[in-house]
């Protein structure tokens, strides 16, 4: 990139440097959850109609897409923010309703992508530049809340948890070649990529009794569950180092009063893992100890399997350009770091990098602990306003000079999926039912294999 392009950038990005901080200190005051973001997406709608774009809302659920043209032949890349909160009431700011809070850094991003559109406005920053540009306020990439996006799906409203999966099954995505964002943290770095997880939601079924009277008339589903997870952490140690498996359930429900044994209690949790393959093998022996739980006191078992987030790999030739944007833009004396490591968080990027070349690198800024109550952003201006000359930047490497760099990783790349086999696999993944089946002659059945709802699997490219 040549210094006058360079210098369009900062110029246009700087005359537009009060909104993107002012909608970073809005942004944070509005957190909300996953597919309940209405105050942030109006909020980031409103500020790129006022840019004058258009935009394609996605229907029934929060978030849009708006589409740049650039009159030239190319690839088409995508550019995103996140809309969600997560949820952390210990935290100062939490929302005192819902313990919502952005002690994930997503409110930046969206500050930072109303940065960028404002910035794509001026004709210096698209000179040169081949190919289309397509940018995206999506919702819904923590994924929580298990319990309401069921409901979601059960009425109709969505069809996957998380948000980018939602919008690349609407069709918002086809015809992009290739992704990026940009996430909040304490430094500018990027990974390899990140683990992927698979989301479980786990009933325990007992029978109600009077706790005090009549104990034995009772299973005490509550019992049940704590057998299940002590069972789990007994397999811990089976978990391969490699495959980054994690486990980490929460009890959602665990009675409805104390002087009754508990008839019903409810688990949400993932299992992440580094492959598909090592997400599946693992679910399984963790499906048989919960499910050894139940028949342990005589409770049953429901265990409802459903499609988290794909592993995340980052193509190298994007980390690259990450790269080399970031030396271009970064303040004197601070360095981009590539830590070449794997992260054991996982993000429903992953799931665009099945099927397209993606980065999902880091801005610093911040400081504290990843969805903790001491989060805090320290330095709004590094992680917004420097951030939105670094996401251009990227963006000036890959569509200039006709395109060149897009259309070379584009050609490289060698995709897990096409987009019709990555969904039918995340469908494969469903599956339901209650895992054991009691006889009136003392024996119980016990299925181990899922019930699977929808399919064997995707096809590979």
Not at 4 to 12: E, G, Q, V
Not at 212 to 228: E, K, R, T
């Amino acid at each position: 990139m040549n210094e006058t392009k360079l210098n369009a950038i900062h110029r246009a990005v700087d005359t537009y440097k009060e909104l993107i901080l002012a909608s970073e200190r809005y942004l944070w005051t509005v957190p909300e959850t996953g597919y309940r973001e209405v105050k942030t997406s109006a909020y980031v709608a409103e500020q790129f109609e006022k840019l004058g774009y258009t935009l394609t809302y996605a229907e029934g659920i929060t978030g849009f897409i708006t589409r740049i043209e650039t009159g030239r032949e190319g690839p088409e890349v995508l550019i995103l923010g996140e809309l969600d909160s997560i949820i952390c009431p210990a935290h100062p700011d939490a929302d005192p309703v819902t313990g919502a809070v952005h002690s994930c850094g997503h409110h930046a991003q969206c500050a930072t992508l109303i940065g960028i559109a404002a910035a794509l406005t001026d004709p210096a920053v698209l000179e040169g530049l081949s190919g289309n540009i397509r940018l995206c306020a999506v919702p819904a990439e923590e994924l929580l809340e298990i319990e309401y996006r069921s409901e979601l799906m059960k009425a109709g409203k969505i069809k996957y948890f998380g948000g980018k999966s939602e919008f690349l099954c609407r069709g918002l995505f086809d015809g992009v070649d290739l992704a990026f964002m940009v996430h909040a943290s304490g430094s500018y770095a990027v990974q390899n990529g990140s683990v992927g997880c698979l989301a479980k939601n786990v009933i325990y079924k007992g029978r109600a009794s009077h706790a005090g009277g009549s104990p034995w008339g009772g299973i005490n589903a509550l019992y049940a569950a704590n057998c299940g997870i002590n069972a789990a952490n007994a397999v811990r140690e089976t978990f391969k180092e490699a495959d980054l498996i994690r486990f980490h359930p929460i009890i959602t429900h665990g009675g409805d009063m104390v002087n009754a044994i508990p008839e019903e209690v409810r688990l949400e949790s993932y299992v992440r893992g580094s492959s598909f393959e090592a997400m599946a093998e693992n679910n399984k022996k963790l499906n048989r100890a919960l499910i050894g739980g139940a028949l342990s006191l005589g409770a049953n078992i429901e265990i409802i399997d459903a499609p988290g987030y794909a592993p995340l790999h980052n193509d190298p030739e994007m980390i690259e350009v990450a790269a080399e944007a970031a030396a271009m833009v970064l303040p004197e004396g601070m360095t981009f770091k590539k830590t070449g490591a794997f992260s054991t968080g996982s993000t429903d990027m992953g799931d665009l990098s099945c099927i397209m070349p993606v980065v999902h690198p880091y801005a610093g800024g911040v400081a504290g602990k990843g969805h903790g109550n001491d989060y805090r952003v320290v330095d709004a201006e590094l992680l917004c306003v420097t951030n939105a000359k670094w996401q251009l930047a990227m963006l000036d490497l890959l569509l200039s000079d006709g395109a060149k760099r897009a259309k070379e990783i584009v050609a490289n790349y060698k995709p897990q999926f096409t987009k019709e086999g990555f969904l039918a696999y995340q469908d494969s993944l469903n599956s339901s039912g209650n895992r054991i089946v009691y006889g009136e002659d003392g024996t119980a059945t016990v299925t181990l294999d899922p019930i699977v709802e929808g399919g064997n699997g995707g096809n590979l490219n």
